[in-house]
C-alpha cells in the first residue's frame, strides 16, 4: 500500500495554505495601517481641536503590541509556508508539473512588508508630530 496521500487531498492542503498565507498577510497589513494612520490622525489632531500626547508608557505599550504581532504574523506564514512545502513533498512528478508554483519569493516578500509595515508604524508611535499653527 502506498503511504502517499491522494493528490486532490495534497492540492486542496497547499490551497489552502496559500489561501491562508494572504489572509493572514491582509489582516497584519490591515491592522499596521490602521495603526499608523490612526497614531498619526490622533497625535496630529486633524480631526479634533488639539492633538493627543501620549506617554512614554504608552508609547511602549503600543510599540510592544505591534512588534509581537509583526513577530507572530511573520511566524504564522513561515508555519504556513513550511506546511505547503510539506504538502508539496508527497506530489508525484506529474502533479508537481500540473500545479502552478508562481509563488517564488511570496511568502518572503510578505514577511518583508510586515515587517517594514511594522517599523512605519512603530516610527509613527515615536517621532513627535506638529502640525504648523494658522
Not at 4 to 25: G, L, M, S, T
Not at 34 to 42: H, P, R, S, V
Not at 107 to 120: E, I, K, N, P, W
Amino acid at each position: 500500500m502506498d503511504d502517499k496521500p491522494a493528490p486532490d487531498i495534497v492540492k486542496w492542503e497547499i490551497d489552502y495554505r496559500r489561501q491562508k498565507q494572504w489572509n493572514i498577510f491582509s489582516w497584519c497589513s490591515t491592522l499596521l495601517v490602521a495603526i499608523i494612520g490612526g497614531t498619526i490622525t490622533l497625535r496630529t489632531g486633524v480631526f479634533a481641536k488639539t492633538a493627543v500626547t501620549w506617554d512614554v508608557k504608552l508609547q511602549s505599550l503600543v510599540t510592544f503590541a505591534v512588534v509581537v504581532l509583526v513577530f507572530y504574523t511573520c511566524l504564522w506564514i513561515y508555519h504556513s509556508d513550511y506546511r505547503e512545502n510539506e504538502a508539496i513533498k508527497h506530489l508525484d512528478d506529474n502533479a508537481k508539473i500540473l500545479l502552478r508554483d508562481d509563488r517564488w519569493g511570496w511568502t518572503y516578500s510578505s514577511r518583508v512588508v510586515v515587517v517594514l509595515l511594522g517599523a512605519a508604524a512603530i516610527v509613527a508611535i515615536w517621532i513627535p508630530i506638529q502640525l504648523p499653527v494658522q
